[in-house]
Nanobody, 125 residues
Framework: QVQLVESGGGSVQAGGSLRLSCAAS?????????MGWFRQAPGMEREGVAA???????SYSDSVKGRFTISRDNAKNTLYLQMNSLKPEDTAIYYC??????????????????WGQGTQVTVSS
């Protein structure tokens, strides 16, 4: 099972930007994994934000489309989430997830077997 460690969270004012990183270890062929970013706000269910397939295909939730960009650097075994035009409703703990191979419905948390510990993102108005 791949190990995932997120970083880059913090506090920012509305309209600002953050870039989250997710470093993967414990598996050689990281490029074969479907990767995703999820978030969970207090009292809310975990929701899919963005996903990136082994073939480069991307998926975004409607709430972040046009503002967030998911990308990966396979040489560094690292996944990124560039978040622009942040809104207070983006406040949540953000989690990185990985699943070997291609995932159908990639914004569904149950499809992923490996998870990071999460990083807090707080957006103030």
């Amino acid at each position: 099972q791949v190990q995932l460690v997120e970083s880059g969270g913090g506090s920012v004012q509305a309209g600002g930007s953050l870039r989250l990183s997710c470093a993967a270890s414990g598996y050689t062929y990281y490029s074969t994994f479907h990767m995703g970013w999820f978030r969970q706000a207090p009292g809310m269910e975990r929701e899919g934000v963005a996903a990136l397939s082994p073939y480069g295909g991307t998926s975004y939730s409607d709430s972040v489309k046009g503002r967030f960009t998911i990308s990966r650097d396979n040489a560094k075994n690292t996944l990124y989430l560039q978040m622009n035009s942040l809104k207070p409703e983006d406040t949540a703990i953000y989690y990185c997830a990985a699943q070997r191979g291609w995932v159908e419905y990639p914004l569904t948390s149950a499809k992923y077997g490996s998870w990071g510990q999460g990083t807090q993102v707080t957006v103030s108005s």
